[in-house]
Structure formats: structure tokens, C-alpha cells
């Protein structure tokens, strides 16, 4: 028994000293590197030295721009904070990107505001002022130097347009010189511009200005389309003249004598003594009609006779008669056919030639109808008239009434001789026209320089 007891407790002095022996070596081991880790001030220390750098720097910087004078910075473990305030709220938000560049910023405050005192806000406008009086005075002798250049260039230009010789040789008209001399003078004008510019190094400058006048030129282009075509159809009636001074023309139903063509429109003179004002880009669309450029003129007439007449003698008749007319044309010769038949008439109509140079269109027509019914009436060829239809209702045959089928059968009388109807004639003389030539003429003379309309000119 005794034995026992001392087996066990060799066995638990050797436990004992199994358990001890690594439990003192695991805290050997573990003591090695807490004593190496550097120690708590230290660290603090570091960070200190490192936000007082990163406030230097960013001081340093805004030093360096215009704007921050009023601005602090504190920087506390890489947080960035700023406050004050700067002239306007743009530069405010901009010191964030800034300051967002600087290595170590962890965040960033912002409590930078726009100020709003006056004093401060106008004392930079005034320093900028300042410095740019202070160019402008520096840059005097050589704006001197531009300004006199664009003068002799442009004055230049003015004193070769203003010679009135050479552009009135080379232009069909007036109207086309004056284009010409307004060219020149906008020529020297650019050239001028240009000089000026490149004197004062600013010729970039030119690029925008005509940038900007070719869009101001576009919208007001097509703010006065119609204005501009008038124009362009006033060069071209200039250049290639359809018509003359107190040539009668008829444009869109507007018939009259021309007075003149302006740069805007073409003034016409009617019958009636008024005046018809045309736009040029409508007469130059439309359909003209000149009856003075041919001297030769042709006029018509219809006269209605009876059904039963002999029509084969009316016709003759109607062609001896305009053909012994001493103011109508044997070439082209006189003529008349049937023009239509109607219920109680038989249409004919006629034609004839004349000079309009000597013998007036209405006065000529109208005499010929005079003269073409005094032959019908002579020979027995009856004007018609209306013929009606009794019927009898109560059974009788009916009866047919015409006041001019009895008298229209009378035989056939010879045309008088030419002699006669020479004797008989009225002035056929276009006396309206001779007095609306007179008011034509008037009214150019009283405005002779605003005509674009030339004797000499080229016409279609």
C-alpha cells in the first residue's frame, strides 16, 4: 500500500513539470516583440509634424492665387478646415478640388462663404480697372499707328469710288456703278480693318467679327428675303431691259404706259392717268406683255347678223371694206370668218392690221365697226334679233313671228367705192395716247435721277 501511494505521486511531480515547462517558454517567446513596437508618443509626434506640413503647404498655395487672402486653414489628423470668405461663391467651391490634390488630406471641411462687403468686392474691379487704363495707355501710340493706316487705306478706297468715270464707262447703267463703287468702298474698308488689326497683333479678332457678321448677315437675310430678291430682280431688269420709257406693257393684268424703273419698282401710268407701282421681283416673275415693240398691231371685232343673211357677202363685205380702209395694213391683209352660230345669230368676226405709230388702236376699232355696219345695213345684211315661238293651245297650228326674215331677203347693193369711205372717215389719230406720252415725259423729267431704264441698254 505504501508503495502505491508513492508511485502516484511520482507520477504527479511529473505531470506537474510536463505542464510548467512550456507555459514559461510560450511567454519567453511573446516578451521579444512587445518590446520592440515603437511607443504611444512617438506616433503622436508624427502626425502632428505631418498636419502642420500639410497646413504649410496649402497656406503656400493660396498665397500664390488671388482671391484666398481671407481664407484660414487648420489641419487636424489629415482633416482639412477651412474658413473665411473670397469675393465670389465660385472660388469657394474651387478650393475643395484644390486642396483635394495636397498629399495626407484625409477630408475636407469647407466653411468658405462669399462676402458680401461692398468694399471688398469693389476694390478688385477697381484694380483691374486700373490695370487695363494702365494698357490702354501704353498700347496709345501703337492704336495711333492702326488708326491712321485704316484711315489712308479707306480714305483711299472713298476717293476711287468716288470718281464717277471709269465705273460709269464699265456699268451698263447708273444703277449698276453705284453697286460697283459700293464694292470698292466695302473692299478698301476690310482691307483697312485687316491692317488695323494686324498692327495691334489682334488679327484673331477679325476671324470672330466676321463670324459674327456672316450670322447677323444670314438672319437679317432672311428677315428681308423679299427686300433682297426685289433687288437682285432690280440688277437683273437693269442689265437685260424687257421695256422702255412710255413703252405700253401689260404685267399681271396691269396695263399702262412705263414711266420709269427704280431700284425697288416699275412705275406704270395707266389709262386712267394713275400710277401703278410694281415690285421689280414681280415683274421680273411674271409675263409681260410690250404692245410698243412691234409697230405693227393687230385689232378684232365680232358683229352679229341674221341666220338667213348671206353670209359669203358679209364676209366679202367685211374684208373690202377693212381693207379700203386708209389706216389699216395691206400686209398683213384684212380678214373675216364665221365665229360662232348661235340660237338667233350667226357670229362673225374680223380683223385688221395697223401702225400703231400712226393710227391709235381703239380710235381704229371703232371706226371700223361704224363703217363694217354701215356696209351691212346698205347691203341688206339684217342685225339679228329674237325670235319667238307663239303656241296656241286650244289646237291651231302655231305661228312663228320674225320681225327680220321679211326684210332680210332685199338683194344685194354694190359696196360703195373707196372714195366715199375715205370722205367719210373720222381722225383715227391716237390723240389719248399722244397726251399720256406728254404725262410720261413730264414725269420723268421731274425725276430723271432715279431711273434705271437706258436708250442705249441692252434689251430681251
Known amino acids: 500500500m505504501t508503495a502505491l501511494f508513492r508511485l502516484l505521486a511520482a507520477l504527479a511531480c511529473l505531470a506537474t513539470v510536463s505542464l510548467t515547462a512550456p507555459t514559461s517558454a ?21 502626425s502632428a509634424t505631418q498636419d502642420a506640413a500639410i497646413a504649410v503647404r496649402i497656406r503656400d498655395i493660396l498665397g500664390e492665387l488671388d482671391g484666398y487672402e481671407d481664407v484660414t486653414v487648420t489641419v487636424t489628423s489629415g482633416i482639412v478646415t477651412l474658413k473665411g470668405t ?65 484711315a489712308l487705306i479707306f480714305g483711299l478706297g472713298l476717293l476711287i469710288a468716288r470718281v464717277r468715270q471709269p465705273w460709269d464707262r464699265l456699268a451698263p447703267n447708273a444703277f449698276i456703278a453705284d453697286i460697283y463703287r459700293t464694292v470698292v468702298r466695302l473692299g478698301f474698308l476690310i482691307a483697312g480693318l485687316v491692317l488695323a488689326l494686324d498692327i495691334l497683333g489682334a488679327t484673331a479678332l477679325l476671324s470672330t467679327i466676321l463670324g459674327a457678321a456672316g450670322i447677323i448677315g444670314l438672319a437679317i437675310g432672311f428677315a428681308v428675303r423679299d427686300t433682297v430678291e426685289n433687288f437682285i430682280a432690280s440688277i437683273m431688269l437693269s442689265i437685260r431691259q424687257p421695256f422702255r420709257p412710255n413703252d405700253t406693257i401689260e404685267i399681271n393684268g396691269d396695263e399702262g404706259k412705263v414711266i420709269r424703273l427704280t431700284s425697288r419698282a416699275t ?26 415693240r412691234n409697230a405693227e398691231r393687230r385689232f378684232l371685232f365680232d358683229v352679229g347678223v341674221a341666220p338667213d343673211s348671206d353670209l359669203a357677202l358679209a364676209l366679202r363685205l367685211a374684208e ?29 368676226r374680223m380683223t385688221a392690221w395697223i401702225d400703231q405709230r400712226e393710227s391709235g388702236l381703239l380710235a381704229a376699232k371703232s371706226e371700223s365697226i361704224r363703217l363694217i355696219l354701215n356696209r351691212f345695213t346698205e347691203s341688206g345684211i339684217a342685225m339679228p334679233e329674237p325670235t319667238y315661238r307663239v303656241i296656241d293651245l286650244a289646237g291651231s297650228s302655231p305661228d312663228t313671228a320674225s320681225d327680220s326674215a321679211a326684210d332680210s331677203a332685199k338683194s344685194p347693193v354694190a359696196p360703195p367705192p373707196a372714195a366715199t369711205v375715205k370722205e367719210d372717215l373720222r381722225d383715227v389719230h391716237a390723240h389719248d395716247q399722244d397726251a399720256l406720252s406728254q404725262m ?21
Do not use: C
Not at 274 to 282: D, L, V
Not at 440 to 460: F, I, M, N, W, Y
Open 26 to 46: 510560450v511567454a519567453q517567446s511573446g516578451s521579444a516583440p512587445v518590446a520592440d513596437q515603437p511607443s504611444g508618443p512617438i506616433s503622436v509626434e508624427d
Open 86 to 150: 473670397t469675393l465670389s461663391s465660385d472660388l469657394a467651391e474651387a478650393l475643395s478640388e484644390l486642396v483635394t490634390r495636397v498629399d495626407g488630406v484625409v477630408a475636407i471641411r469647407n466653411d468658405v462663404v462669399e462676402t458680401t462687403d461692398v468694399a471688398e468686392r469693389l476694390s478688385p474691379a477697381m484694380e483691374r480697372f486700373r490695370q487695363r487704363m494702365g494698357q490702354v495707355v501704353a498700347y496709345l501710340p501703337l492704336l495711333a499707328v492702326a488708326v491712321l493706316a485704316f
Open 267 to 292: 412705275i406704270l401710268l395707266s389709262y386712267d392717268g394713275n400710277h401703278i407701282r410694281i415690285p421689280n421681283a414681280t415683274v421680273f416673275k411674271s409675263r409681260i406683255v410690250n404692245f410698243t
Open 320 to 348: 373690202d371694206s377693212l381693207a379700203a380702209l386708209p389706216f389699216t395694213l395691206q400686209t398683213p391683209a384684212p380678214s373675216a370668218w364665221i365665229q360662232e352660230i348661235g340660237d338667233s345669230t350667226v357670229t362673225l
Open 440 to 460: 410720261v415725259a413730264e414725269e420723268r423729267q421731274e425725276t430723271l435721277g432715279d431711273d434705271l431704264l437706258e436708250k442705249h441698254a441692252p434689251s430681251e
